[in-house]
């Protein structure tokens, strides 16, 4: 699609960033309304579950629409995401228990899936690299755009709207962009030669689905299994068995759905490790700062939107910014690494956070930790499809969305985890020690029953119920409570900040993969130069042979 004229194009990225935004703005005004959806629904153990089995499919959907978008195009795809996803909006909008919201949110996720490979994959049909690196900050700045609207409208929406508007408010956005798609998308014809490869794609499937499974299902509490147990075990043999099965099928068939030797090439698998391991540690962690600011700081959701603004307004900044810095020098390994550090610098901040952190504290930690995402994000999968055959640009990109998805779904299930042994463990301690103490409530059966509600961490999340239940004791009470949930707010804390520290860790592994990055020039079809002139040409065979 390259020799379309400028003008067709942009119209072609205006409707490709309508339908990003529209998946982009209903995952993000999820975020702080969360904590109450999940408080009125119940199932706070089955929380992180609501969040995995969206990353689940999206990266099921993603890898399979690869292959498939490189031999019949990108339009039919996009379309069928859209539909997808604004399907899965409308019934999660209606569901009545946190596993009917975990169902519709597996039918989104599949739509984002869809969604975001097809977007990234049409931008790199339309673009040359380096003019690509400019349109992908733009891209980005979707991102940042829907992460600022998103928790503010989420927040507002829930303190005075029913939480069900949360999913349904933004589905004229799908229809407008659906439209969009259908009318000025070019259609292709499909690859001759080109066969699916079915039985590669469903033992990759299977090799993906119990390995995210065994890390969702492991732990502690309702519906968890410990890590030795016969169910985890088995899912992971599963897993294994799945893996040498589909490794063998994508040895021998002629158009495999991921193509084991772009492997070979340094530059895509450093690219991918890097962008696993920097979506574990940023999924892991940030999925908890709601938490932490409704739960432990007691702030609205309303409020919390406004105290997430900053980070989304640094990363719109800095991702749109690290664009124009690409296209305009055509290098990337600086700014990969720089934007790495500050993200982990961010998260070691907020480690050191406590409920009696100040507000400005937390909101300067969470701009530091959104500017190195801002930086860091769009640079990997620019590095991706710079370093393959632009016949190979679909599945490239999809199996960069894998590594991605891959490594924020185990994230979040491994952080969970930590979230909730150091809880627990905490909340033992604590109550040890006021269980020393004289207790008035152990004297009144009705009276401790009420307590006992906020022995629940997900109470917290419920302002109007806490409201309630203080104006409802005894003045000689109240201390009691009042003690209790700050009790309870040190455990949360302290559960929280461990994961910020995990998720460091991770980050810091990405910062040491990516120092094994190496960088080429990105290609371009500007200042001069043909889109496939020597130079470029010679660029790209260095990069596919990952040595420079």
């Given at each position: 699609m390259q020799q379309l004229t400028e003008k067709k194009k942009v119209t072609i990225m205006i409707a490709i960033i309508t339908a990003m935004f529209f998946a982009a703005i209903n995952q993000t005004i999820i975020g702080v309304a969360m904590p109450r959806i999940i408080s009125k629904l119940g199932g706070m153990d089955y929380y992180s579950w609501a969040i995995t089995i969206y990353l689940l499919t999206s990266t099921v959907a993603s890898v399979l629409v690869g292959k498939l978008s490189d031999i019949y195009g990108r339009k039919p795809f996009i379309l069928?995401?859209?539909?997808?996803?604004?399907?899965?909006?409308?019934?999660?909008?209606?569901?009545?228990?946190?596993?009917?919201?975990?169902?519709?949110?597996?039918?989104?996720?599949?739509?984002?899936?869809?969604?975001?490979?097809?977007?990234?994959?049409?931008?790199?049909?339309?673009?040359?690299?380096?003019?690509?690196?400019?349109?992908?900050?733009?891209?980005?700045?979707?991102?940042?755009?829907?992460?600022?609207?998103?928790?503010?409208?989420?927040?507002?929406?829930?303190?005075?709207?029913?939480?069900?508007?949360?999913?349904?408010?933004?589905?004229?956005?799908?229809?407008?962009?659906?439209?969009?798609?259908?009318?000025?998308?070019?259609?292709?014809?499909?690859?001759?030669?080109?066969s699916v490869d079915y039985f590669g794609s469903l033992f990759l499937t299977l090799t993906i689905v119990p390995m995210l499974l065994a890390f969702s299902w492991a732990g502690d509490g309702p519906g968890k299994y410990a890590w030795g147990s016969w169910q985890i075990i088995g899912l992971f043999a599963t897993t294994i068995v799945a893996l040498i099965v589909f490794i063998m099928i994508e040895m021998k068939v002629k158009t495999p759905v991921?193509?084991?030797?772009?492997?070979?090439?340094?530059?895509?698998?450093?690219?991918?490790?890097?962008?696993?391991?920097?979506?574990?540690?940023?999924?892991?962690?940030i999925i908890y700062v709601p938490f932490f600011v409704q739960g432990v700081k007691g702030i609205s959701p309303t409020m919390a939107g406004y105290v997430a603004m900053p980070m989304s307004i640094a990363m719109l900044a800095t991702s749109a910014i690290a664009g124009q810095i690409m296209t305009k020098t055509g290098k990337y390994k600086k700014m990969a690494l720089g934007g790495l550090l500050v993200m982990t610098l961010g998260m070691v901040l907020m480690y050191f956070m406590s409920p009696t952190t100040p507000i400005y504290l937390l909101v300067i930690y969470m701009v530091i930790l959104g500017l190195g995402i801002g930086i860091a994000m769009?640079?990997?999968?620019?590095?991706?499809?710079?370093?393959?055959?632009?016949?190979?640009?679909?599945?490239?990109?999809?199996?960069?969305?894998?590594?991605?998805?891959?490594?924020?779904?185990?994230?979040?299930?491994?952080?969970?985890?930590?979230?909730?042994?150091?809880?627990?463990?905490?909340?033992?301690?604590?109550?040890?020690?006021?269980?020393?103490?004289?207790?008035?409530?152990?004297?009144?059966?009705?009276?401790?029953?009420?307590?006992?509600?906020f022995t629940n961490p997900q109470n917290l999340l419920d302002q109007p119920k806490i409201e309630a239940t203080l104006a409802s004791l005894p003045p000689d009470l109240q201390p009691l409570f009042t003690h209790m949930l700050d009790m309870i707010r040190e455990a949360m804390s302290y559960g929280i900040t461990t994961t910020f520290l995990t998720g460091a860790i991770v980050a810091g592994i990405a910062v040491i993969i990516a120092l094994f990055l190496k960088e080429i020039p990105l290609r371009s079809g500007k200042m001069g130069q043909k889109p496939k002139g020597d130079r470029d040409e010679k660029d790209l065979q260095v990069g596919r042979k990952g040595v420079s």
């Open positions: 069928t995401g859209i539909g997808l996803f604004s399907i899965g909006a409308l019934l999660s909008g209606f569901s009545t228990d946190i596993f009917q919201l975990i169902t519709y949110r597996g039918i989104q996720g599949a739509g984002a899936g869809i969604i975001m490979s097809t977007a990234f994959t049409a931008m790199g049909d339309l673009y040359e690299p380096r003019e690509r690196a400019k349109w992908g900050g733009i891209m980005s700045a979707v991102f940042g755009v829907s992460s600022v609207l998103g928790p503010l409208m989420g927040g507002y929406i829930v303190d005075h709207l029913d939480w069900h508007w949360v999913f349904w408010i933004f589905l004229p956005i799908g229809v407008i962009a659906f439209l969009l798609i259908m009318i000025h998308f070019p259609k292709v014809p499909k690859q001759e030669g080109e991921l193509p084991l030797g772009l492997f070979k090439n340094s530059i895509f698998t450093v690219s991918n490790l890097v962008g696993f391991f920097l979506n574990a540690g940023m999924m892991g962690a769009p640079v990997f999968s620019l590095t991706v499809q710079n370093a393959v055959a632009p016949q190979q640009l679909g599945v490239a990109t999809a199996t960069s969305q894998l590594f991605r998805n891959l490594g924020g779904t185990i994230g979040i299930a491994v952080m969970g985890t930590v979230m909730s042994a150091s809880m627990s463990a905490k909340m033992t301690q604590l109550s040890g020690a006021m269980g020393q103490g004289n207790n008035p409530a152990a004297a009144d059966p009705a009276l401790a029953e009420k307590l006992a509600l």
